[in-house]
Nanobody, 120 residues
């Protein structure tokens, strides 16, 4: 079965860092881009970052650019999201997803999510 399993979430103080992991299985990893999304309480789910399977290009929402870094270890079928300089507004459930492309961010498979809480 297709699985994307997030880990690495937790509670961190403002200004701190977390590294999220997304371990993928059950599909051909290289056929998809991997995106990170988040959903904060009372807000819509939004795209945060994406890494392209075609050329490894990375993309970031303006709100996280310069603070977050997405990377992949293709041998491990794992994508990471390094989150630095965290702000309370980064508090959300973070989801990784297999997407058709980073341009459209059309989700084919979702992970279950991991909670990130940033305290002020």
């Amino acid at each position: 079965e297709v699985q994307l399993v997030e880990s690495g979430g937790g509670l961190v103080q403002a200004g701190g860092s977390l590294r999220l992991s997304c371990a993928a299985s059950g599909f051909t990893f290289d056929d998809y881009a991997i995106g990170w999304f988040r959903q904060a309480p009372g807000k819509e789910r939004e795209g945060v970052s994406c890494i392209s399977s075609s050329d490894g290009s990375t993309y970031y929402a303006d709100s996280v650019k310069g603070r977050f870094t997405i990377s992949s270890d293709n041998a491990k079928n794992t994508v990471y999201l390094q989150m630095n300089s965290l702000k309370p507004e980064d508090t959300a459930v973070y989801y990784c997803a297999a997407v058709d492309s980073c341009l459209l961010m059309g989700v084919d498979y979702w992970g279950q999510g991991t909670q990130v809480t940033v305290s002020s």
